[in-house]
């Protein structure tokens, strides 16, 4: 019986470092957050001062800052959902790092010159893959609730 018992306050205090953890991921998620919003501001305070110099660079430059805080913002969502449920959302995961290919790809559209065609071809299988497991997973999921 005292075997059952440490082993059960064991799993307590792993549980509630684990939760701390996460508290503290959400916390530094949720300051990194903060500061690509005070980039994509800043950006768009620097479009709106000098207009003449408005370009397509700098329009996606403050598209890739506001991705970020969307990234952010998803990964908050899913850290928060993963401590109530007690496991991960899959599709979710998935959902987020397509939100950060197309992040990457508006960035490598704003600097052309540094895109490869391996990198396009890299980019496009991961697009095409990622793509082919969310809808693996969202059909799995209406399979399993029917």
Do not use: P
Not at 46 to 51: A, G, N, P, R, T
Not at 119 to 146: C, E, F, H, N, P
């Amino acid at each position: 019986m005292a075997k059952a018992d440490l082993k059960s306050s064991i799993m307590k205090v792993l549980r509630i470092a684990n939760l701390s953890l996460y508290v503290v991921v959400i916390i530094f998620t949720g300051i990194t957050s903060i500061l690509s919003l005070y980039i994509a501001a800043i950006d768009i305070l620097k479009i709106c001062i000098s207009v003449n110099s408005l370009t397509d660079v700098n329009i996606i430059n403050v598209l890739s800052a506001l991705f970020l805080v969307v990234l952010t913002m998803e990964l908050i969502d899913m850290f928060i959902i993963y401590m109530e449920r007690g496991h991960i959302i899959v599709d979710m995961v998935i959902a987020i790092v397509l939100t950060a290919i197309a992040r990457e790809l508006l960035i490598n559209y704003a600097n052309i010159e540094s895109m490869t065609l391996q990198r396009g071809i890299m980019l496009s299988a991961a697009i095409l893959t990622l793509a082919i497991s969310y809808w693996l997973v969202i059909k799995a999921d209406s399979i399993k609730r029917t």
